[in-house]
């Protein structure tokens, strides 16, 4: 089954019926032979917070050492979105297959009236992936109540109950004390529900099983929590500092989800990291503060300040009210799309003075038309506009703003969704070399004339296949709301470009959209755009950026790994066992005639490394990496090139650049969640990596649907956490990691595309030296030097900024060749 005609059978069952309980996932589950069963299972109940918790124990779990599902719910844009393992959407490869497997018995209940509703089917999906990846742990976030959710079929090791308000009484009950009973039905047999409930809520828990009650102190007695969990202060803008102690163990720690709501949830992950698999207290701190959860109050930017957080209900939106209370600012702008079925005249009463507010509504039937929402608006808003597309609602309210202001974008998971395209959106150039050959092809001629027409009132009649099309043609790819996609159809065609939209294969809220044109055409699309409103003037102004190169002279500390011509980071391995040449240049003298030599051969940055990440390489404690790296970092200080150190952890950065390294090559991915902190402090450099494992795990084997793509993805979130950490975007170098979790063909196919991680708007780092990817063509015998050099002319040509290599003088010769600067008299 193609993955779209999978797509759309998934996404096609009913979200509600009146039928109750778990016998129908159960049959789905047999029907795969119950996956359940070969991991363990933890279920996570709630009113509120059981998403966040669950992202954090998924966190601190994988910081343990272990390989985790989890299942989640909703996605922001596809179903996909719900499933992952270490991090990671189930691919669309697997989808096919596990629908495959799993249409024959949906047959069946259909036979016998009792098609499953899309959650139900999710559920067994997710169960089958977490099996046939063989994970340690599978945490499943509850839908509603607990008795007879589907994610109940399964026999929990530990659970939890988050929190207990009203909700859903038509099927729970009309009080918290029977919705409290409903959701304490997920307590595991053979160890205590973890609640962060209290009061009446906590008594009806408790009065179904025993418990370990989490929160904040509550005096002495039965109110006591067992786990202590409280925020103690905000440790800058975009973390809050948690305690969490409990009987005999306790850790500070900071955390990226802001609130003491947040704080009690921290305290219900922890201790079910301990129940589970008795985590130490260093690393339930490190996963604590390493959490992702997009669309929880989560800030991409700081002038002003913006902030999307998807609460949709009135308590939600009292406790965002709170958070909002610790920021000062000058107006606050709201960007506000809800459901017609919630309470939202209750949500706006709970937020703080709003000075202009935008009345929108995301392409969802269930949400309430943006005329209704102003009108309840407007008691509460100093000025309301009424704008039909929450992107455009977005950027208008971004661009109303003052640096000193607040923009926020609340009311729904849907409304939030739709506005973080304006930062996860990627345009992508399906192909770049190092230039247009224009020129050099047809000697004397001028096609000017040709690329001004385009450009004209008349452009309609522009041909679109003349001889600038046939040669200076571009082509990108990206993915868009089906109104934007349709508008940028209609403009392209009027310039005589091509545009293609696809939903097959696409995310389920999305359309696959590729446009194609001349400079000229795409130049006169991006000016059209720019005067559009459904948030495209966003999409302009990425168009613009992808047709102009990096400007070398741009305010950066990159220096010249945003130049021109492709540069040369030279390898300085300070370590007894690096793969090529551990050992050699241990020595600190060694080691500076070494980065010498590496400069008098070409390199135009030195990168120091005190630890192996090959794979089976033994770590290295920070203390012993910091005196290999550091006295080189000062020996090297008289050197004109950028000093790079070759690290990820965070403390080894911090001395390193305060001993005059400029660059941090983090091969880890942010794997220390100190490592941004540190890098936006030294207002220092960062080479951010795409990797699945420090050191590079030769038994790992994770699937790709497509390895660049899925790259982009992943390291896009990424460069968020960085920039939320306080790092410019103009300071980043990203590096798709060859290697690094990649077969032979993936990291070629990293190579041969690396014009189409411009898409990220950052410089393009390739580091493929002497790899294992080059093993099978080795003919040479030469230590994989001759494939390298290959690899580097490949990479100059399709537009890499960078090169990492240890043989300089051979690759920047590569480089050369390429670029055509060859003297013959030299």
């Known amino acids: 089954m193609e993955y779209h005609v999978a797509a759309d059978y998934l996404t096609s069952f009913q979200r509600r019926r009146p ?68 991090g990671r959407k189930v691919p669309k490869s697997l989808i096919s297959k596990y629908t495959d497997e799993l249409t024959p018995c949906i047959d069946r209940l259909r036979d016998d009236d009792d098609e499953p509703t899309h959650f139900e089917v999710l559920t067994a999906v997710a169960l089958r992936h977490f099996s046939e990846m063989d994970v340690d742990v599978a945490i499943l976030e509850v839908g509603i109540g607990g008795r007879y959710d589907a994610t109940s079929a399964v026999d929990p090791v530990a659970s939890a109950v988050t929190s207990v308000s009203l909700e859903h009484t038509e099927l729970l009950g009309e009080t918290v004390e029977e919705i409290a009973r409903d959701k304490a039905q997920v307590a ?84 079910l990291a301990r129940q589970i698999a008795d985590v130490d207290t260093d690393a339930i701190a ?45 107006d606050l702008h709201l ?21 202009t507010a935008y009345a929108t509504r995301p392409d969802l039937d269930r949400a309430e038309h943006p005329d209704a929402l102003a009108e309840t608006l407007s008691a509460y808003a100093g000025s309301v506009e009424t704008v039909a597309s929450v992107p455009e609602a977005t950027e208008r309210a971004i661009e109303a ?35 247009s050959h224009v020129a050099s092809s ?57 545009c ?39 999409v302009a102004a990425q168009l613009d950026g992808q047709l102009d190169p990096i400007d070398p002279s741009r305010e950066s500390g990159l220096g010249p790994l945003a130049g021109e011509e492709t540069a040369v980071m030279g390898i300085l391995n300070v370590t007894p066992d690096s793969f090529h040449d551990g050992g050699e240049y241990e020595a600190l003298d060694a080691a500076v005639e070494r980065a010498e030599a590496l400069v008098d051969s070409g390199a135009d940055i030195i990168d120091v490394g005190g630890e192996s990440t090959r794979p089976g390489a033994d770590p290295v404690p920070a203390e012993e990496e910091i005196d290999r790296v550091v006295p080189v970092i000062e020996a090297l200080s008289d050197l004109d090139v950028p000093i790079s150190v070759d690290t990820w952890k965070a403390s080894v950065a911090d001395a390193a650049l305060d001993a005059g390294a400029d660059i941090v090559n983090d091969v880890s991915g942010l794997t220390d969640p100190e490592m941004p902190f540190v890098v936006a402090d030294h207002d220092a450099s960062l080479v951010l990596m795409h ?16 390895v660049v793509e899925d790259v982009i993805d992943e390291l896009g979130e990424q460069l968020l956490r960085a920039e939320r950490a306080g790092i410019d975007r103009d300071q980043i170098v990203i590096d798709p990691g060859c290697g690094f979790g990649k077969s032979p063909a993936e990291s070629y196919a990293l190579i041969d595309r690396a014009g189409e991680f411009r898409a990220l708007g950052c410089p393009v780092l390739i580091g493929h030296s002497r790899k294992s990817m080059y093993k099978a063509i080795d003919y040479a015998d030469d230590g994989r030097l001759t494939p390298t050099i290959a690899g580097t002319a490949l990479a100059a040509d399709r537009g890499a900024d960078v090169v990492r290599v240890h043989d300089v003088r051979e690759n920047a010769s590569a480089i050369r060749a390429v670029d055509g600067r060859i003297d013959p008299d030299s």
């Open 188 to 271: 595991p047999k053979a160890a205590p529900l973890v609640t962060g409930a209290d009061g009446a809520a906590l008594a009806a828990i408790r009065e179904v099983t025993d418990v370990v009650s989490v929160g904040p102190e509550r005096g002495d007695g039965a109110d006591a929590p067992d786990v202590v969990a409280v925020e103690t202060g905000m440790r800058s803008a975009v973390e809050s500092e948690v305690s969490i102690a409990g009987p005999g163990w306790s850790l500070e720690t900071n955390l990226p989800l802001l609130g003491s709501h947040q704080a009690c949830n921290a305290g219900v992950a922890a201790t």
């Open 286 to 330: 490190d996963g604590l503060r390493s959490v992702v959860w997009p669309g929880r109050f989560e800030i991409l930017s700081t002038e002003p300040m913006v902030v999307l957080d998807g609460s949709h209900n009135p308590g939600a939106a009292a406790t965002l009210s709170d958070l909002l209370a610790r920021y000062d600012y000058e």
């Open 19 to 86: 039928k109750l309980g778990i016998e129908t996932t159960a049959r789905m589950l047999s029907h795969f032979d119950d996956p359940q069963d070969d991991v363990e299972c933890v279920q996570i109940a709630g009113s509120n917070g059981k998403g966040s918790t669950a992202r954090m124990l998924d966190s601190v779990l994988r910081r343990a050492g272990l390989s985790v599902g989890l299942f989640t719910s909703p996605g922001l844009n596809d179903f996909r979105e719900q499933v992952r393992v270490d």
């Open 335 to 355: 960007v506000f799309g809800a459901m017609a079925d919630k309470a939202y005249g209750e949500m706006v009463e709970s937020l703080p003075e709003v000075a």
């Open 691 to 706: 990797s699945l494992s420090i050191p590079v795990d030769p038994d790992s084997s994770p699937i790709y649907d497509d």
């Open 401 to 435: 703003a003052d640096p000193d202001d607040f923009v926020l974008v609340s009311g729904s998971l849907y409304t939030v969704a739709e506005a973080r395209d304006r930062w996860t959106r990627r345009l992508a150039p399906t192909a770049r070399t190092r230039g």
């Open 500 to 538: 293609r939209r696809s939903t097959a294969g696409s995310p389920e809220k999305l359309v696959a959209t590729v446009i194609a044109g001349t400079t000229g055409q795409l130049r006169s699309l991006a000016t059209a755009l720019s005067n559009e409103g459904l948030g495209l003037r966003r």
């Open 442 to 498: 047809f000697v004397g001629a001028d096609f000017e004339s040709d690329t001004d027409a385009a450009e004209t009132d008349s452009a309609a009649d522009a041909p679109r296949d003349g001889p600038v099309s046939a040669v200076d043609r571009r082509v990108f790819r990206t993915y868009l709301r089906p109104e934007q996609a349709e508008r940028i159809d209609e403009l392209l065609s009027d310039v005589g470009g091509d």
